[in-house]
Structures are given as C-alpha cells and as structure tokens.
C-alpha cells in the first residue's frame, strides 16, 4: 500500500532580514510542538518566487502557501506573484499584505495576518512618556522619506501629541543623502534630555555616531530607541542599542496554525490583526523614574479627562497627592506645570479634529467642550504659531505629500 505524503508547503518568507528569520522560527516551532511534519518548499526572497515560477506549483504537487515576501510598496512583483497564487486551488496564508487580495481574488481557503503597524509609535511614545525625564522628543527615518516612514514618524509624534507632548522629525534639507551635519545640529538643537526614536536599526547606527561627534552622551543628553530589534547590530553596535520588534515568532506561530486549519477544513477565510510589540532594553535608553511613572499617571488621566474641564486640583485629587508636589513633579520631569499640560492636551484634541473633520471651528469648540471659540483660536494660535484656518491647511497638504512616498 502506497504511504500517504505529507503536505507540500510553500513559505515565501525573506530572510535577508531579521523579520522572516523570526517568521520562520514561529513557523518551525509550531510545527515542532505539535508534531506536524510537512514537506517545506523554502523560498527565501523574490528572486525565488516570482510570477512565472507560481505556474510551476501544480506539477510540484504544492499542497499550500504561506506567502511573507515583500509589500508591493517594496517590490511591485510581489502583487502579481500573490494574485497568481490565489487562484490555484489551494489553502494561501498571507502575511502583511494589506490591500493586495480582494474577494474578487479568493473568497475561499484564505487567512490574512494583518498588523497595526501604529502600534509602534503609540508604543515607543508611552514608553519614553514612563520614564518621565525628557523634555523634548524626535523621530530619525530613512532619507528622503519613504511612505511607511512618515507612517512611523506620524504614530509616534501623534502618540505624543495625546499626551500633551510633541516630536521633532528629522528632514533633511538636501535629496542626496549628504546630511550628516544637518543630523548632528538637529540632535544639539533638542532639548536636554531628548528622547529620539529613529526608524529602523540600520539607521539607528548613524544617530549613534552622529551624539559621539556632537559630543552628546548617551543616553543622559540624548536616549535612542530603534526599531526591528536585529541582535546582530543591536548587540554589538557602541552603546549597545535598544530597540522594539513585532513579535514575528509569534506571526509565523500564527501562519502555522492557520494553514494546518485550512489544509483540515477546506472553504474557511480566516483573519486576525496583530498589535503586539516588544522592547529591548539596552544601553541607549533609561529606566524609568519614581517622579515619573506618578507624571505619566497624572498625564494618562489628563488625556482620558482632558474634555470634561478638569482642573490641576482634581488631577492631585485623583492620585492622592498635594497640588504642590505634582506642579512639583511636572516641574522637575516636563519643565511645565499641571494646567499647561492640561491647555496642551486639550489643545492636541482640537489640531487632530482639524486634521480628521471637516468640522467648522464653532463645532470643533464645541466638541471639545471650549465654551469660548474665540478664545480658543487665541490659544491655539499661541501653541502651535498657526491659526485654526492655517493649520488645518498645512495638515491637509503633509497628508497629500505623504500619499506619494
């Protein structure tokens, strides 16, 4: 009797980078722990899996794919490889390529792994906001800018802005890549102590030399956290270099688990969006302290509370401390006062109504509980030097920029 084989799996993952590599450990390791065996058809970049060679897949005998190679924003041949997939007739999984399938393409043996890419900067900005020690923020990406780095710097500084803060992004004033010294002013120019977040590791290491000729210390002037989180330059760059990841083992676990569900139980169409994130902390960042981990508190109940008129009194109230010492606290930790902080938040509310409503000013004072819209325009226009008017029309024209990259 002829002995059934086991499945013939496709995993189109990269692993140039550290990204796929963890993919795959997810992968393998699922299959490890329960016990599944399948016969792996490894396709490791592009080159490897490109259109013409998914016409091939019927006559291998390919049982399934778990499909992980680069966005089509990266490589435009990786759309035209996943549609010829799709209508084979056999289970797809597909990772991180939002926007590629429709239902026109496969209604059936399909399960997408999505993430909220957002994540990154709402992480990284709590994450600098706890340790409560810095006084002005920046983001560092790839230069010139590319769409899913403005994404980056967009979360992050947006992160920041509901907390009553702000970030400095990096634009260099010249197309070339020749920006080095414009990177090291920029650093000088942040305020002592900064926190910076930069893009991805490969970068990270030009902030690094950038501080070291600045003269800027490491992380007492200036903290550094990237992200990918790649041991091979983390570990062994000078200061060692923290960094956050997406948790890709747990992505390929995922991709795993959802093809064994497919190739058992034809006909399913199975999705999930992923919003885990993971920092390593290293030498490039600081702990967080006492004075602010009870600043972060205040400032997550100012931006939960920020709309109801709340005052610096009910503030202390609330975490059970004097008006003195946490004016005290905010002092030493943000050189600002409980009530500014307050205005800021309440104010970031309002740009961000700007940017994502067409609300008239009236309505947005309205909305924001400002009883006064006149008022209002003074106060905005004294915090971020543009009127109302103005500043939904800068954001209008960042937002068409930020479609091209």
Known sequence: MKSKRNKRIVIAVDL???????KLTGILHYLKSHRIRWDIRLKRRMSHCRPSD????????????????????????????????AHLPIPLVVIEQDGVLGEKDRKENIAFISRDVS?????????????GIYKSYGFFGRQPCVRWNMQRAVDFRNALRAKGADA??????????NYYGELCRWLKKLPKPAAVLVAFDDIALTV??????AKLNIPADVSVLSIDDDALICENCIPKLSSMHTDQERTGR??????????????????????????THRDTTMAAS????????????????????????????????????????FHQVLASTVSKKITEIRLANVATMLTNTSLSIKEIAAACDFSDSFHLMHSF?????????????????????????
């Open 208 to 213: 690094l030399e950038a501080c070291a000729s």
């Open 54 to 85: 998914v016409d091939n897949f019927t006559e291998q005998g390919i049982d399934g794919v778990i499909f992980s190679l680069p966005s089509p924003s990266v490589n435009p041949e990786s759309a035209e490889t996943l549609k010829r997939i």
């Open 290 to 329: 006492q004075y602010g981990k009870l600043v972060k508190r205040a400032m997550d109940y100012i931006g939960a509370n920020a709309g109801k008129r709340i005052s610096a009194a009910d503030v202390a109230d609330r975490l059970n401390v004097s008006r003195q010492l946490l004016d005290l606290r």
């Open 254 to 279: 995922l991709a795993a688990e959802m093809m064994t569900r497919l190739l058992r139980t034809p006909g399913l169409r199975l999705s999930e969006k992923l919003t885990n994130v993971a920092i």
């Open 381 to 405: 226009r004294r915090r971020y030097g543009l009127t109302m008017n103005q500043y939904r029309a800068v954001e209008t024209m960042e937002k068409k920029i930020r479609r091209t990259f």
């Open 16 to 22: 140039a980078h550290t990204d796929g590599q963890r």
């Open 119 to 131: 994540y990154l900067g709402k992480t990284a900005a709590e994450y600098f906001l706890e340790q």
């Open 168 to 177: 400095d992004i990096f634009r260099a004033s010249s197309p070339n890549g």
